[in-house]
């Protein structure tokens, strides 16, 4: 099929590379002239373009994203023209913090106590509400930890707000948790849905650094719940292909922070760690082909390489470890790739990670 999507980063590339196999040609739209490098037609336009959402359109079977922050009016002009999936009511729901929030809260799923914050006033009264320490988020536009301020004591409220306005903001209750944990599902057209295991994550700056699956000491119990949340996000909106719920572990429980319409880094590990990788089953999903097996291949670990690239011979000698370059230039705080390291049991990838570790000299990455 001709699959058009809605962004050119690395999670297209990854996209199209999981594509071309199955017989699938890609056309992507997205603003930066440089992007895909070749895997592709590219448009080079704003996304709002609507001669270039046109064009996209008439070059597609389906069309799909990469990146959460397309406007909406874009996916809906596309709608009108060709399938998109996931549908535009997802994105709608997934880029704007407080929506988010109370459709986890209509579906069922708890998540930290929260309250709008539009102006200054009303971050001090939703902070009297809310109580500290608390998190005051932009609605729109924060990822990787950005446009966010953590509010400590009543004095950081002046600081937070310089910083953040005048953005429309939510504050959410701090959430004291053991860890942080992702599981990405997938449905198709048919209604059909699997889940893989759940992930745990380790974050730094706000950036995701590394991600364990299966997620370390995760019950059935847990597994269950979190794959009967992704569910209900699911099939409410109407949902076709890949999301990643992002979760928080407070006492053997879960709470849900925030929802990705899209494949997502937490899930890089499963191009070589799951039967299925979530590129090829986001694109099963919305082509309207059977889903493939989610279960993992022996445990692995996926670690972003932000900033810079280590020598290509020195990871690859590493046993079970696979590189993926991006092609984009090194930068501070820039994902340029990722490693995958897979293993047949627990110890041995701690090994592995090790010697990883060592070459990127960074936090421990060690499960």
């Known amino acids: 099929m001709r699959i058009g999507v809605l962004g050119g980063g690395q999670?297209?590339?990854?996209?199209?590379?999981?594509?071309?196999?199955?017989?699938?040609?890609?056309?992507?739209?997205e603003p930066a002239?440089?992007?895909?490098?070749?895997?592709?037609t590219l448009i080079a336009a704003p996304f709002a373009d609507a001669a270039a959402l046109d064009a996209l359109a008439a070059a597609s079977d389906v069309v799909t994203y990469e990146f959460e922050n397309v406007p909406v009016a874009a996916?809906?002009?596309?709608?009108?023209?060709?399938?998109?999936?996931?549908?535009?009511?997802?994105?709608?729901?997934?880029?704007?913090?407080?929506?988010?929030?109370?459709?986890?809260?209509?579906?069922?799923?708890?998540?930290?106590?929260?309250?709008?914050a539009d102006g200054r006033e009303a971050l001090?009264?939703?902070?009297?509400?809310?109580?500290?320490?608390?998190?005051?988020?932009?609605?729109?536009?924060?990822?990787?930890?950005?446009?966010?301020?953590?509010?400590?004591?009543?004095?950081?409220?002046d600081a937070a707000w310089a910083a953040l306005a005048p953005a429309p903001c939510i504050v959410e209750g701090w959430v004291d948790f053991a860890r942080e944990l992702s599981i990405l599902a997938v449905r198709g057209r048919d209604g059909a849905c699997a889940c893989w295991s759940?992930?745990?994550?380790?974050?730094?700056?706000?950036?995701?650094?590394?991600?364990?699956?299966?997620?370390?000491?995760?019950?059935?119990?847990?597994?269950?719940?979190?794959?009967?949340?992704?569910?209900?996000?699911?099939?409410?909106?109407?949902?076709?292909?890949?999301?990643?719920?992002?979760l928080f572990e407070v006492d053997g429980s879960l709470v849900a922070n925030e929802m990705a319409p899209r494949v997502h880094n937490s899930g890089h590990w499963t191009i070589e760690g799951?039967?299925?990788?979530?590129?090829?089953?986001?694109?099963?999903?919305?082509?309207?082909a059977p889903l493939g097996s989610t279960a993992p291949v022996g445990v692995s670990a996926m670690v972003n390489?932000?900033?810079?690239?280590?020598?290509?011979?020195?990871?690859?000698?590493i046993p079970g470890a696979h590189l993926h370059r991006y092609g984009k230039a090194p930068r501070p705080g820039r994902k340029v790739g990722h490693v995958t390291v897979r293993a047949a049991d627990p110890g041995a990838l701690g090994e592995r990670l090790g010697v990883l570790q060592a070459l990127l000299a960074a936090e421990p990455l060690r499960p």
């Open 75 to 116: 996916a809906r002009r596309l709608a009108d023209r060709v399938p998109v999936w996931p549908p535009p009511g997802a994105l709608e729901v997934a880029q704007d913090r407080l929506l988010e929030k109370r459709f986890f809260a209509d579906c069922g799923l708890p998540t930290a106590p929260f309250a709008v």
């Open 33 to 40: 002239p440089e992007a895909t490098r070749g895997l592709g």
């Open 198 to 246: 759940l992930v745990e994550n380790l974050h730094g700056d706000g950036i995701l650094r590394r991600s364990l699956a299966p997620a370390p000491g995760a019950t059935p119990a847990l597994q269950a719940a979190a794959e009967a949340h992704a569910r209900t996000v699911l099939e409410r909106l109407g949902y076709v292909g890949v999301a990643a719920i992002e």
């Open 11 to 29: 999670l297209g590339r990854m996209l199209a590379l999981a594509g071309y196999p199955l017989g699938h040609e890609f056309t992507f739209l």
């Open 274 to 288: 799951a039967e299925t990788s979530q590129f090829e089953n986001h694109l099963r999903a919305v082509t309207g």
């Open 305 to 317: 390489l932000i900033g810079d690239l280590p020598p290509d011979a020195a990871v690859l000698a």
């Open 124 to 157: 001090a009264r939703a902070v009297e509400t809310i109580g500290l320490p608390a998190v005051v988020k932009t609605r729109r536009h924060g990822y990787d930890g950005k446009g966010q301020a953590v509010l400590r004591v009543p004095a950081d409220l």
